[in-house]
């Protein structure tokens, strides 16, 4: 009886036959158009040199990026140095203490 009440309801599922996706995904792709034709993607004849406007302003943007990262980097460089040179002291003063 239970097999009876399903029997239309898979052929119905299914869809228009396609066996390689789930009813869900061809319902999903149910509205997306195929392209028609061939896409081509070209450069403009007034723009054969694509790079050579970044080659002209790479050398401003680079300075201004290292400018701008300098108190950064130059701040924990700072640190770093101090600390070892601190703790060279202190290593030097604790090796000296403890002489015979």
Do not use: C
């Not at 029997?7 to 390689?20: E, I, L, V, Y």
């Amino acid at each position: 009886m239970l097999g009876s009440a399903f029997a239309r309801s898979r052929p119905m599922m299914a869809g228009a036959g396609r066996a390689d996706a789930a009813w869900a995904l061809t319902k999903w792709w149910k509205a997306h158009t195929p392209d028609n034709g061939l896409v081509m993607r070209t450069l403009s004849p007034y723009e054969q040199q694509p790079v050579m406007p970044w080659m002209k302003t790479w050398p401003q943007a680079a300075y201004t990026k290292f400018v701008r990262s300098v108190p950064y980097w130059g701040t924990s460089f700072f640190i770093v140095w101090a600390t070892v040179e601190i703790t060279d002291a202190i290593d030097a003063q604790e090796s000296m203490d403890h002489r015979f």
